[in-house]
């Protein structure tokens, strides 16, 4: 069988950090899945309309007729702009089937097989399902699927409890991808070219605005070798240099990175790299032997210093960790990207400044702050939806720069304003910008700073 997968294009508000920020990170979740298919002697291909700014237009004349099942994927923000791709195909090609995944469709696989905006849903991990669709099996017989029968009904297929070792994958279809067009935020990578990677499905953490419900409960990781394998791979063959590790919580499994870094090291591997982690999974050792592997920044989820708002989220840290590992990781001399959030339950004014002030003191060299958002699926959003605080479901606006959430302790406005006081006090420091200007090495860092003092003094102008 012959499968098309498209990367819909996303439209992102100019008021989005992510705009100015600009990573263009490969689909893997697309690219094993073709992988997984050709291994089994079915042909596929991937458009990443996202990658090549293609549009709808753009895309149907990329769809050859001799294609016979389209596979879209979408997260939250994403799913109009995958609605408006299915609806163009439907038109222009009515025989194709069409299969949505991914994390929005998961959530809402009934409505959008009741509304047909696709033929069928695949719910959660799509490696196994995407096999027995290929091989024509009864859609009855296919679990994790949502379907409609000839008669109009929507079938909610089983859910399948047991999950693919990740290590029984093949390698992610890196050849069917425009690898040239993907790069790593602004200020993440220290060299170029470098791309994301993902090495484990899960994460430790249960926090109430993340969407745990995609790869089951417990988490599964890629082995070091393998990651190392997929390593040597990216440089040989497409030059990379350096790779940011998107896994939620990368050090999740301290043996697993403590293998990868030794691989690393022992083969005298020269790539850079970074990753996200959780305040309560690293130690002194870890860092400093993450370091001598090529780690030089790791982002941390410190989410606010507000006691109250921490336990209301369930991040499930401590504050005193925190002071430990941001020492820890400057000993260890990685860089550390703050990651705050603005607007979650048991918010006040106070303690927006609070985390603005904190996120200054602690001499980090990147900070990111989100707008707490309630993504379908999380406990936060049903929260939500209970308290009757959810403004709205406009879901392109749910890309964590829009207040979604109206809370009863800080209005909307008030979090928009802080949101953009948290980028304008956090950068625009001379404290933070005068040392960094004499100490600009590289185009990307000229390019971070050009293009952040740029869209920040516009929102000023705007008086945003
Ligand atoms: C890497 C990553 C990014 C990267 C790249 C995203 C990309 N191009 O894939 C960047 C940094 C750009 C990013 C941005 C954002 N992200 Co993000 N991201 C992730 C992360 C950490 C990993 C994604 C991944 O590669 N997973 C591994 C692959 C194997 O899984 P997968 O893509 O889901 O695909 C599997 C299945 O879903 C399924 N599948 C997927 N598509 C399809 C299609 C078909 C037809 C079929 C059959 C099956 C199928 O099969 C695949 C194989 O099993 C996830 C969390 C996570 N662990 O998944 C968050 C996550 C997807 N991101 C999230 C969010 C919120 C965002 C942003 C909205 C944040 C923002 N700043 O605005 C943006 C939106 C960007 C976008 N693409 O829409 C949320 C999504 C929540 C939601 N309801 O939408 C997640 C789930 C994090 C979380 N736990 O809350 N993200």
Not at 89 to 113: A, C, E, S, Y
Not at 328 to 334: E, H
Not at 409 to 427: C, G, I, L, M, N
Request: hydrophobic share 40%.
């Amino acid at each position: 069988m012959r499968f098309l997968f498209i990367n819909p294009n996303r439209r992102i508000a100019r008021s989005n950090i992510w705009s100015l920020v600009n990573s263009v990170t490969p689909p893997l979740g697309l690219a094993i899945l073709c992988a997984v298919l050709d291994a089994n002697g079915h042909e596929s291909g991937i458009i990443d309309a996202y990658a090549e700014n293609l549009q709808t237009e753009d895309i149907m004349s990329a769809v050859s007729t001799d294609i016979d099942v389209i596979g879209i994927t979408a997260t939250t923000p994403e799913i109009e702009s995958a609605a408006i791709i299915a609806k163009s195909i439907r038109k222009r090609f009515p025989d194709k089937k069409i299969i949505m995944g991914g994390v929005h469709p998961t959530v809402f696989h009934q409505n959008l097989v009741e509304e047909d905006i696709c033929d069928m849903v695949v719910r959660g991990e799509g490696e196994q399902a995407i096999l027995l669709i290929a091989a024509k099996t009864p859609m009855q017989n296919i679990p994790n699927l949502t379907w409609k029968s000839a008669d109009g009904k929507v079938i909610v297929n089983p859910q399948k409890e047991e999950y693919v070792h990740l290590d029984d994958l093949p390698m992610p279809s890196y050849n069917k991808l425009p690898m040239r067009r993907y790069r790593s935020a602004i200020g993440a990578a220290m060299r170029s070219p470098s791309v994301g990677m993902i090495t484990s499905r899960g994460c430790p953490g249960k926090c109430t605005f993340c969407y745990s419900g995609m790869f089951g409960e417990k988490i599964r990781y890629l082995s070091a070798e393998n990651v190392y394998q997929q390593i040597i791979y990216l440089q040989t063959n497409y030059g990379i240099r350096e790779i940011s590790f998107y896994d939620d919580t990368f050090t999740a499994n301290l043996r697993r990175v403590e293998q990868l870094c030794q691989l690393i090291i022992s083969n005298h591997i020269d790539i850079s790299w970074s990753c996200f982690a959780r305040v309560d999974t690293v130690n002194p050792g870890i860092l400093q032997l993450m370091k001598k592997a090529g780690c030089h920044q790791i982002m941390y989820g410190f989410e606010t210093t507000d006691e109250n708002i921490l336990k209301a989220v369930n991040k499930r840290v401590k504050l005193n960790q925190y002071e430990n590992v941001i020492s820890w990781t400057r000993d260890a001399q990685i860089d550390i990207r703050g990651a705050f959030m603005l607007g979650s339950p048991e918010e006040t004014q106070a303690s927006m400044r609070a985390t603005i002030a904190y996120a200054k003191k602690i001499d980090i060299q990147y900070a990111i702050f989100n707008i707490t958002t309630p993504f379908p699926g999380t406990e936060l959003f049903n929260w939500a939806v209970q308290t009757g605080t959810l403004r709205h479901k406009r879901w392109a606006e749910y890309d964590l720069s829009h207040v979604i959430l109206s809370l009863p302790s800080v209005s909307p406005q008030k979090v928009q304003d802080y949101y953009k006081k948290a980028y304008r006090e956090f950068y625009f420091r001379l404290s933070y910008i005068l040392p960094r200007l004499l100490n600009i090495k590289t185009m990307d860092d000229l390019r971070m700073y050009f293009t952040a003092a740029k869209g920040f003094i516009l929102n000023v102008l705007k008086g945003k």
